[in-house]
Every structure is written in C-alpha cells, then in structure tokens.
C-alpha cells in the first residue's frame, strides 16, 4: 500500500458521488490531503490559484465526465495548457459512471488520462493505480 503522502482533487457535480469517494479516499488512507470541488471550473481556480507554489499542486485529480456548464472534456481542453511542471506531477484519472462507448474511448484516447475508474469508486482499484503509477506520484 502507498505510503499516505499528496493531495487528492475530486472533481464532481454530484454531492453523494463526492460525499462516497471522499470517504472511501479517507478511508483507504492513501492520501494526507482530499480537496472536493463540486464543478470544473472550480478544479480550475484550485490550481490557478495555487500554480506558483507546488507544496499546494495536488499530486492526483479523480475528475468525472459528466457535468453541467463544464465537462470533464472541457476541464481537459484547458487542464492540457497548465505548465508542463505541474502537468507531469499530477496524474489525473477519470472517474465516471458513464455508458457512452464514445465518452469511453475519447477519455482513454487522451494522453493526460492515465485511466477511466468506473463509479462507483473500489479503494482495490484505486490502490492498483495508484501502485502502478507510485513512482510518478511520487509516494
């Protein structure tokens, strides 16, 4: 099991979905840090307001697809302009209940998603990512 290190942004429109995975993330005890946003926009302004100093970059972003005003493509489309310092620390993963094989493969298509996590959230396959991916994350 990863050591409890980093920071963790879950990006959800949902209350329960973020209420559940905070508390299977808290639970699992694989991150010192769980930072909840109820929008894209507001994952955004989290890192925008914290871009200069990296003590505060979370080192892990859980975003969902489907989402009023801004999608998780959207968030995407701008998440992808961040500086590349900040872009190869923090590794993001989809996580989403969606069905739609198109969704699907454009968010597998993409080179910031290391994976597409289906809801709900299992802390086994959390904790497979995140050992896989320990050594980028940096825990």
């Given at each position: 099991m990863p050591n409890k290190t980093g920071k963790v942004l879950l990006i959800d429109d949902?209350?329960?979905?973020?209420?559940?995975?905070?508390?299977?993330?808290?639970?699992?005890?694989?991150?010192?840090?769980?930072?909840?946003?109820?929008?894209?926009?507001?994952?955004?302004?989290?890192?925008?307001?914290?871009?200069?100093?990296?003590?505060?970059?979370?080192?892990?972003?859980?975003?969902?697809?489907?989402?009023p005003e801004m999608d998780g493509f959207e968030f995407l489309e701008v998440y992808k302009n961040f500086p590349r310092p900040f872009l190869d620390h923090c590794k993001l993963a989809i996580l989403s209940s969606t069905l739609d094989f198109g969704d699907i493969k454009k968010a597998e298509a993409n080179p910031l998603v290391i994976k597409l996590l289906k809801k709900p959230l299992y802390p086994h396959e959390l904790q497979e990512l995140l050992n896989k991916h320990s050594t980028l994350l940096g825990i």
């Open positions: 949902n209350d329960i979905d973020l209420k559940i995975n905070y508390k299977i993330i808290r639970l699992s005890g694989f991150f010192e840090e769980i930072i909840s946003v109820q929008s894209g926009e507001e994952g955004l302004e989290y890192i925008n307001k914290n871009l200069d100093n990296p003590k505060l970059w979370p080192d892990f972003i859980l975003l969902d697809i489907q989402m």
